[in-house]
């Protein structure tokens, strides 16, 4: 049985691949950021509500000012972490391969770029997730590859689905 992806790396798909990511090898370290992050937020918050003097009131200060840029800039990290991760990867592909063709078989499968040819072994895959559109793959904390489902061919995505779980051992996790 042989499966053919064409895969483009836009924003869509590195976002996507940096969600997989943070919600699956990351998840310990994301949720411990994200605690951590609406903490601070929050005391910073009421900080520029609190004047020791007359209690919560607003008071315009450059320190006002400096504190609600900070949050501001937090809350964007904090809302968009995953669109920001995304671009900051998708800036980090070498030229040539924003666009792949990738073939599944038995015993691996190979991408293709204008850069040249990849092999891959199912036994590197550490772990498996999709969503509505997309297989990915993930290799580590900081690697991943992602596989749109609209334009698969040789088979259905079930179909690849229980390929890919027949050949790995792994089950996918919906993200």
């Known amino acids: ?16 691949m940096a969600r997989a990511l943070r919600k699956t090898v990351r998840a310990k370290h994301s949720r411990r950021s994200h605690i951590f992050g609406w903490i601070v ?18 008071q ?11 949050v501001a800039v937090l809350l964007a990290v904090l809302l968009w972490e995953d669109t920001i991760n995304g671009y900051a990867a998708r800036k980090r592909l070498l030229p040539g391969t924003q ?3 990738v073939t599944f078989r038995e015993d691996g499968f190979t991408s293709e770029t204008e850069v040249g040819s990849t092999a891959f072994r199912y036994d590197k895959i550490a772990a498996l997730a999709e969503n509505d559109h997309y297989f990915i793959f993930i290799y580590s904390a900081s690697h991943a590859q992602i ?5 698969i061919s ?7 689905r229980a390929f890919i779980e027949g050949v790995t051992g792994k089950h996918f996790s919906k993200i």
């Open 1 to 16: 049985m042989e499966f053919v992806f064409e895969n483009q790396y836009n924003q869509e798909a590195m976002t996507v």
């Open 41 to 58: 937020t929050v005391l910073a918050l009421f900080l520029v509500f609190w004047s020791g003097e007359n209690g919560f009131g607003f």
């Open 60 to 70: 315009l200060s450059l320190r006002s000012v400096c504190t609600l840029i900070v």
């Open 99 to 101: 666009k792949a063709n």
């Open 147 to 151: 596989y749109d489902k609209r334009t």
């Open 154 to 160: 040789g088979g259905s995505p079930d179909e690849f």
